[in-house]
């Protein structure tokens, strides 16, 4: 008699949780299907059964991370100040990464050598990327910033995933407050350099980007199409845009 399929939505579910808690426990180096399997109390035919292979796994943990930032940001009010709003997606990528640091390296490098994002996979940042480019888009048509919008974004998103980076492994500061200084520094220095001769008053400016500072004390956590996922770690051939 054959053996039933074990592969019920509950079952995905605990193991796809599973596989995200032991990245963030063991790190990529103690990621293992064995081991997901015993953390999810199910067997490792059975992860396979659902997933296919390791790589299978990990691609599912890849499209849950952009699940979580995308949820994230979604949190954002949008307000009615441009500029602030998108200092505050610089501080939403901020709390993101320090509180999910493996899963953004999933997201945003290439940590897994079976694992390679194809077209699927890089535009599962599409929501995300979208979300980005139009608090952008804001700004640049109420004559806060200057440039293509697009690019704006994949600069900002940049900045905040190597200054995360950092944080997370303490080379920008020993203390909260040069951290938090440093953020701001960073952040305001984009702005800044992409806003109009004529553009607002410092006054104004200083407030847009203070929150990009603040971003660890909310934290409560692309291939061939029209324009990749941002950062998504090393470029693979067809270009960034």
Known sequence: MPRPKQR????????????VALLADEGVAGFTTREV???????TPAVYELFG????????????????????????????DPRADVAAVAAAFRAFTLAHPVLAEVM????????????????????????????????????LLAGDPTDIAHVLVALAQGLARQEAA?????SAASVDRRWELAVRAVLDGLTPAAGPGPAVKDA????????????PAPGPSPEPALAPGPVPSGGAG
Do not use: M, Y
């Not at 847009?208 to 934290?219: N, S």
């Open 37 to 43: 399997a015993r953390q999810a109390q199910t067997s």
């Open 108 to 143: 945003f490098s290439r940590p897994f050598a079976d694992f390679d994002p194809g077209p699927d996979e890089l535009a599962a940042g599409a929501a995300v990327r979208e979300f980005c480019v139009a608090r952008v888009q804001r700004c640049v048509a109420a004559g």
């Open 53 to 80: 292979d390791k790589a299978g796994l990990v691609r599912e943990v890849f499209f849950e991370g952009f699940r979580l930032l995308g949820r994230s940001l979604g949190e954002l009010a949008e307000t009615s």
């Open 208 to 219: 847009a980007v203070r929150d990009a500072g603040r971003g660890r004390a909310r934290v």
């Open 8 to 19: 019920t939505p509950d079952l995905r579910d605990r193991v796809l949780e599973a596989a």
């Open 170 to 174: 303490g080379w920008l500061g020993r």
